[in-house]
């Protein structure tokens, strides 16, 4: 039995859409890491506002951080001030490394990895984090970060 000319229609329909989400989903991700790779460049710039620049603006953004949670952007700004830029403090070189990234639809997607810092005295302190990410009209933004620290070796 000959197929149907629309039944052969309708497959290369349904497979080119079914390949036109995979582009999209990998034209997500290509946006999500554009974000996170200007964050590495903009704290090892020394330029805090500008890393920060990747989380959303608002007072529903979310940081957890060793046992405590900042909300709303001001608070985060504030913690990462006080940790990184303050007398005495020094912000180091950031790394990304083992980066996934997996959208969850076509306005949100997670991100983990692990993280790294080499600081001036030779320290390398480092941990995980996961982000929740949506897109909104100015783009891809972090709403929510939860990052660990890995432990410290007993002395």
Same mark, same amino acid.
């Given at each position: ?8 229609? &309708? ?5 080119? &859409? ?19 790779? +200007? ?5 090892? +710039? ?57 959208? &969850? ?9 692990? %993280? ?23 783009? %891809? ?10 432990? +410290?070796?007993?002395?």
């Amino acid at each position: 039995m000959r197929p149907k000319p629309w039944g052969i229609a &309708l497959v290369l329909v349904a497979a080119g &859409l079914v390949a036109g989400r995979g582009l999209a989903k990998e034209d997500e991700k290509g946006a999500i890491r554009a974000v996170l790779d +200007k964050q590495v460049a903009d704290w090892n +710039k020394g330029d805090l506002d500008a890393f920060l620049d990747g989380y959303w603006k608002s007072p529903k953004v979310v940081f957890q951080s060793g046992g405590d949670r900042f909300e709303g952007w001001e608070a985060m700004r504030d913690r990462y001030h006080k940790s990184y830029k303050a007398e005495g403090r020094a912000m180091g070189k950031l790394a990304f490394r083992d980066l996934e990234i997996e959208p &969850l639809g076509p306005d949100a997607a997670f991100a983990r990895a692990r %993280w790294e810092l080499t600081l001036p005295d030779g320290s390398r302190p480092g941990g995980l984090f996961t982000l929740i990410l949506r897109k909104f009209p100015e783009g %891809w933004k972090i709403v929510h970060d939860h990052t660990s620290a890995r432990a +410290k070796p007993s002395p």
